[in-house]
């Protein structure tokens, strides 16, 4: 078996993405996190505001997908040090990249699937989707950028206390939603602050496909998912591979 | 004869700590290996470097010739570990955990399915395959890592501590099980502090203390080179003074052990003898006199003193 061929790598990052999400996509923090605070945060957004249905479906729709694609993704390292379930996976010819995509897809799935719900409900409440391929291209970007990115939350520092890193990972996911235009939309100056954040390129692009217009280009929107999406795998990827002896030890 | 482990200068730093120090051995393929050692002499620092968990500061290791370092996943490719700490997942089945084992591997689906199936029946699992992990006791569950570390025919098998705080049914099952898949050609890397579990199993053993090899053997030749530890056990009739016998020539050590008296010597014969004497001279009847080898635990106990510079 050519165990360190590319192909077989990635086969193996799925049996681990498997394996997350039938452990933990019921987990406490993940939960919290992934759904019941990201909903509360969208009622306190919307409650008692005249908002047109679009937008506040791009902020439902943006708040589901930012949150629960990035809400397995930094629990799995902390709680697998803890648990010394890490060692066994190190130990297995699987590599440590491979381990992380097995991660990053398992937080993608599991974040696609709820913001699948909120497209839903956003559907039974009569939102006009003008361009279903855009939103849907943009959904599974946008999953697989915030599942790298709460990947890379896990890698520093290099705990084994899930709620040391879901502290620190909420520190970093509540600006960015403040910034990222999911509800009240970003003008002037706040648009350089607003581009350092990848989810403005998300909300931009529900923008398009409900209201008709965006700030930057559809392909844009898709070139800055898309970029982001390889630093935050590959510093993450850097990072983890530093840290993991530190983890182990 | 040809070699599984081979280990090169290997040292491992932590801060200040040296945990292995420069050490080298060799495996033979088919052997069964101990590796001993008090806690914190490095045993179980050597087999996280060996299994590719950490990297040493320095020095080489090869399983099956691959570098542990170089290719890594060729060398684990071949392995299996069934570490002091880690766990099976507790929220997976104990099927759910023998086919994530088997996915990492690369196990063809029919094959893992037949060997997991094979494996839960011989460990006695089977009836709870479909219980999560969560609910075993202690052996339940070291009998699941032990069917997971099985389950891709290793052809080198790392065992760290695998016996340790496990029922006497439980270990000798595990021992068992050990012998039986040695005898089927794996090679088995043993941690142990059990010294009987040791003399039982191994081929040959490395004793290592503050990160350095003190001595590698078999289990007889370490304790036919520990001639000092040769000792004589005696009783007699009526109560005697230790310390009289402790005078007699070639006795290095003289020790009260129940109603026996145990004379460390290196001239058993002559000890023998000088004791005969004694009892004569002083109207003593000998009710019992034996002569005993040292024990493994009394060579390791040694070493590890000789090492510490006691």
């Known amino acids: ?249 | 004869m040809e070699t599984s482990i081979e280990v090169k200068d290997l040292t491992k730093n932590y801060g200040e700590i040296t945990a292995v120090n420069h050490i080298d051995f060799e495996v033979r393929k088919g052997e069964i290996f101990g590796f001993l050692g008090p806690n914190g002499a490095g045993k179980t620092t050597t087999i996280r470097i060996l299994t590719g968990v950490i990297k040493p500061n320095s020095g080489t290791a090869a399983i099956m010739s691959y570098d542990i370092l170089k290719e890594p996943l060729k060398a684990k490719q071949i392995i299996s570990v069934v570490p002091e700490m880690a766990n099976a997942y507790i929220d997976l089945t104990a099927w759910q955990n023998l086919m994530l084992i088997g996915e990492l591997y690369g196990v063809p689906q029919r094959k893992r399915q037949e060997r997991a199936e094979h494996l839960l029946r011989e460990f006695e699992l089977y009836e709870r395959r479909n219980h999560l992990a969560r609910g075993f006791s202690k052996g339940m569950k070291q009998k699941l890592i032990l069917c997971m570390a099985m389950l891709t025919e290793p052809q080198v098998l790392f065992l760290d501590e695998p016996t340790s705080g496990l029922d006497v049914e439980s270990a000798r099952l595990i021992r068992d099980t050990i012998r039986q898949y040695n005898k089927d050609g794996t090679t088995v890397f043993l941690s142990t502090h059990n010294m009987e579990e040791a003399n039982q199993l191994c081929d040959r053993i490395a004793i290592i203390n503050y990160g350095r090899i003190a001595a590698i053997d078999s289990p007889e030749n370490l304790r036919m080179e520990s001639s000092s530890l040769k000792s004589v056990e005696i009783s007699f009739d009526k109560p005697v003074p230790v310390n009289e016998l402790s005078k007699i020539p070639n006795v290095t050590e003289a020790k009260k052990i129940g109603d026996k008296i145990r004379l460390y010597t290196d001239e058993p014969h002559s000890t023998i003898n000088s004791l005969t004497d004694y009892a004569r001279s002083k109207g003593l009847t000998i009710v019992s006199l034996n002569t005993l080898a040292p024990t493994l635990e009394d060579v390791f106990i040694k070493l590890i003193k000789e090492h510490r510079g006691d």
Not at chain 1, 31 to 54: D, K, N, Y
Not at chain 1, 144 to 164: H, Q
């Open chain 1, 1 to 249: 078996m050519p165990e360190y061929q590319f192909l077989e790598q990635v086969k193996r990052a799925f049996a681990i993405a498997k394996k997350d999400l039938r452990i933990y996509y019921k987990r406490g923090p993940v939960v919290i996190f992934g759904l019941i605070m990201p909903f509360f945060l969208f009622l306190a957004f919307s409650i008692g505001r005249s908002m047109p249905i679009e937008q506040l479906f791009t902020g439902l729709l943006g708040m589901a997908i930012f949150f629960s694609s990035m809400s397995i993704g930094p629990a799995i390292v902390p709680f697998e040090a803890r648990s010394k379930n890490l060692e066994r996976l190190v130990s297995a010819p699987v590599a440590v990249w491979a381990i992380l995509i097995g991660d990053v897809i398992a937080s993608f799935l599991y974040g696609f699937s709820i913001s699948i719900v909120s497209l839903i409900i956003g559907l039974v409440l009569g939102v006009t989707i003008t361009n279903a391929l855009v939103l849907c291209l943009g959904m599974i970007l946008a999953a697989f950028c915030f599942a790298s990115f709460g990947v890379l939350l896990s890698a520093y520092p290099p705990t084994d206390i899930p709620s040391t890193v879901m502290m620190i990972s909420n520190l970093v996911k509540f600006p960015l939603v403040f910034i990222s235009g999911v509800f009240i939309p970003i003008s002037g100056s706040g648009r350089i602050i607003a581009s350092v954040s990848p989810l403005t390129y998300f909300t931009d692009l529900v923008n398009y496909c409900t209201e008709g217009n965006s700030y930057y280009s559809v392909f844009g929107d898709f070139a800055a998912l898309i970029g982001f999406t390889l630093l935050f795998l590959v510093v993450a990827i850097k990072i983890h591979q530093k840290t993991l002896p530190e983890r182990l030890s």
